[in-house]
């Protein structure tokens, strides 16, 4: 069972990351070079948090289902 704390450090790290993406987004808006790969790289890893948190969260709060769909 994950802890309050786990799930915490999870979302830390997503919203870490997403800051991340926003602000390589931001450097190519102000005329930076779009670096592809890079910021590929960084969605992956923002999916990958999310998926953990996800996880991670549905142990350990409750849920309720919306649109037909069953909570776990």
């Known amino acids: 069972m994950p802890t309050p704390d786990k799930v915490r450090e999870c979302f830390d790290a997503w919203k870490r990351a997403s800051d991340e993406h926003r602000d390589m987004m931001d450097a190519v808006m102000a005329?930076?070079?779009?670096?592809?790969?890079?910021?590929?790289?960084?969605?992956?890893q923002i999916d990958v948090l999310h998926k953990e948190w996800m996880d991670l969260a549905a142990q350990l709060m409750?849920?309720?289902?919306s649109s037909g769909r069953r909570a776990p």
Request: aromatic share 0%.
């Open 31 to 44: 005329g930076e070079p779009l670096d592809v790969e890079a910021m590929e790289r960084k969605l992956g």
């Open 62 to 65: 409750p849920t309720r289902a």
